[in-house]
């Protein structure tokens, strides 16, 4: 469902209603040493001025001339008269659109130091000159009820300040050295229920309450959480068309993350394994107690109950085990969850995590268990630069992030996550904080995710983290459906099932053009095609690599039938037969079927022994 | 004021590792967080808080015979 949109700005001191955006300042003059077109005339900039007094969009504000003879001589048309005016954004990009206007913000100046527009994390760099100023915020939510908990931040034009809503739903913050007039954000992210908030330019009041009303995901999504919702990012990879009895049974999942709300929350019942790695030694049941629930967000992703209600997984049938390194995680921590998972048989591992540092021991490690045959998904990172370890090893499925427009509301900090350098494909943007490069696997989605957190509630959140468990529960559907692993070489746990998998995930995800192949790697993943559900014509790599397949299978079938005498000479096969078969046959089935009649040919003596696959 | 200390992890194989825990666990300038050890409950891979310098001296001396790298906190 799109966003509902903004209320209307507020006309007074703002009570019960959404805080928008102040409008700007801006200093507004003529220059005439551009060329005109001839259709559009020679601006009377006189006229134009007396038009925006007269508009009520614009407040012009004053006029600043050239104050002597000798300023106005050595003056341009520029600076022969500037309007000082505030006006709102669409009336300011009406202006800008005449050649002869020049239209530039009235930028606030600071006495030195002088403070970078953007926030400085080094708290000794700020100016400590000012007064403090105080700003309350309270927050309300559906039934103008208090919203608990929730993360507020100010920002000024240095560190921002940042509380928590209390029992009364509200937070007092102080900046030094800023006024109403100063105020760049306000960012308020609840704990569960409600969606974020972004304001550019706050219009808030200092010395008063000044009243906000969230949003609540229910807004959104009708219903929702008494019906149960398929996310955006899941019918973007198509898990609503997959068939209700495919949901992973019996394959091992781990989750290495901060364990999970498994006693509390009713879409992660069904977890009933873990460890915790927090302590030494281990505990036993500390997995359970989710204190960041992080992992309760990428546990509900994956395996959240098909129970009609809440949100759904991508494989709620799966043996879940909650791997818990956080809070504290460290790279040894890790490496002690994968030893875990090796000895558990744990065949996919979600890993939304990361580290700017390296270990050969980690690498490994995760090599070992690649041999074992366990899967590691991990996430690129979402640091805006390259891909973080151990997003890096070669050993594993490397998951990018990317959101949709459409799915969140624009007030929200959602929005703030496109990549603004890139471009959308298909309403899918990357987000701006992925790390990205070579070793990008496939992309998923990652802004706006609606998942589940403790104790029993629901949150929408950004990362790769997010979109690492998607890809992680198409796995586990994969593992669990898919022909290759039941029987035949994949069966066996070993690296070569876990090269399939990967090479399944990858060879039949839709690639993605933001504009920077290593943002989205071979694209989003598709469980349809990944599945072997479809055989209808597929974009780009899926399509290229099932017709190579039966390529492949083909030029088989070919050679066997020429040794046996059934081909009296031989031919050259045409690519373009391939078009000619039937749509629906998957390169799975195709292969299937070319086992099955090697081996009917070699049990009549047609044919050698049936030797190995090499597709 | 104390030198501050880091978090590092040795592994190797198990021959060395057992006699450098034995090391390790005499050492006043260390102290070994954690340690573990494979199915014959042997040592294997340990986790030791110490001065940087004397992990990489430690490294120095040991060679290719064990690993020694910073235990780096992973964020979410």
């Known amino acids: ?615 | 004021m104390p030198k501050p200390f880091e978090q590092f992890i040795i592994a190797g194989d198990t021959s060395v590792i057992k006699p450098m825990l034995d090391i390790l666990n005499a050492d006043p300038e260390s102290a070994v967080l954690s340690v573990s050890r494979n199915t014959q409950t042997d040592p294997e891979r340990l986790v030791v808080s110490m001065d940087p310098s004397r992990a990489a001296a430690l490294q120095a001396a040991l060679g290719a015979l064990v690993l020694i790298e910073p235990d780096d906190p992973l964020n979410l």
């Open chain 1, 1 to 615: 469902m799109p966003p509902t949109p903004p209320a209307d700005p507020p006309t007074e001191q703002p009570t019960h209603q959404a805080v928008t955006s102040r409008p700007r300042t801006f200093l507004l003059a003529k220059d005439d040493t551009v060329l005109v077109p001839a259709s559009l005339g020679e601006l009377d900039f006189p006229f134009l001025v007396e038009q925006l007094a007269a508009d009520p969009e614009v407040q012009v504000k004053g006029r600043i001339t050239p104050r002597t003879l000798r300023a106005q001589s050595l003056g341009t048309s520029i600076t022969d008269e500037i309007v000082v005016a505030t006006m709102s954004e669409a009336a300011a990009g009406e202006l800008t659109r005449h050649p002869q206007v020049i239209l530039e913000e009235d930028s606030l100046v600071f006495p030195v130091p002088a403070v970078s527009p953007v926030v400085n994390a080094d708290p000794g760099l700020v100016s400590p000159f000012g007064v403090s100023t105080s700003w309350t915020i309270a927050l309300t939510g559906a039934g103008q009820q208090p919203v608990t908990d929730a993360a507020v931040y100010l920002y000024g034009s240095g560190v921002p300040a940042q509380g928590r809503t209390d029992a009364t739903g509200t937070v007092t913050l102080s900046l030094t050295g800023e006024s109403d007039e100063t105020l760049r954000a306000l960012y308020i992210n609840p704990l569960s229920d409600y969606w974020s908030l972004w304001v550019d330019r706050p219009q808030l009041v200092s010395g008063t309450t000044n009243t906000l009303a969230l949003r609540s995901l229910t807004d959104a999504f009708p219903g929702f959480p008494s019906t149960e919702l398929i996310g955006w990012g899941q019918r973007a990879m198509r898990l609503d068309l997959v068939p209700a009895n495919f949901t992973g049974r019996g394959v091992k999942v781990a989750v290495v993350d901060s364990g999970a709300a498994a006693l509390t929350h009713p879409d992660l019942g069904g977890i009933h394994d873990g460890a915790d790695f927090t302590t030494t030694p281990a505990g036993a049941d500390l997995w359970r107690d989710d204190t960041i629930a992080h992992g309760s967000h990428c546990s509900g992703i994956i395996a959240g109950a098909r129970n009609g209600t809440g949100i759904r997984g991508f494989a709620p049938e799966a043996i879940m085990h909650e791997a818990r390194i956080f809070p504290g995680g460290r790279i040894s921590s890790l490496i002690d969850a994968v030893d875990y998972c090796i000895d558990e048989g744990i065949d996919v591992v979600n890993m939304s995590l990361g580290t700017g540092g390296s270990s050969q021991i980690l690498l490994q490690k995760l090599a070992q268990a690649k041999e074992l045959g366990v899967a590691c998904v991990v996430a690129a990172g979402n640091t805006g630069g390259g891909v973080q370890f151990p997003g890096t090893s070669p050993d594993v499925l490397t998951v990018a992030a990317m959101g949709q427009d459409g799915e969140f509301p624009e007030d929200s900090y959602h929005a703030q996550q496109r990549w603004k350098t890139g471009q959308t494909d298909q309403g899918y943007f990357s987000a701006q904080f992925s790390c990205y490069g070579d070793e990008v696997d496939v992309c998923g989605p990652g802004v706006a995710i609606v998942s589940s957190v403790p104790t029993r509630g629901f949150a929408s959140w950004d990362g790769t983290s997010m979109a690492t468990p998607h890809v992680t529960g198409l796995c586990a559907l994969v593992l669990g459906h898919h022909p290759d692993f039941q029987s035949g070489p994949f069966a066996a746990k070993g690296a070569s099932r876990v090269d399939r998998l990967f090479e399944l995930i990858r060879g039949a995800a839709t690639p993605l053009r933001f504009g920077d192949v290593r943002r989205s790697g071979a694209g989003l993943p598709d469980a349809v095609r990944t599945l072997g559900l479809e055989g209808t014509s597929s974009p780009g790599a899926g399509q290229q690599a099932r017709e190579l397949a039966v390529t492949t299978a083909l030029a088989q079938l070919h050679q066997m039938m020429v040794s046996a005498g059934l081909l009296a000479e031989v031919m050259t096969l045409d690519p373009l037969a391939v078009d000619q078969l039937d749509r629906h046959l998957t390169a799975v089935t195709i292969e299937r079927d070319i086992a099955e009649l090697r081996a009917r040919m070699a049990n009549a003596g047609l044919v050698g022994a049936p030797v190995a696959p090499t597709v």
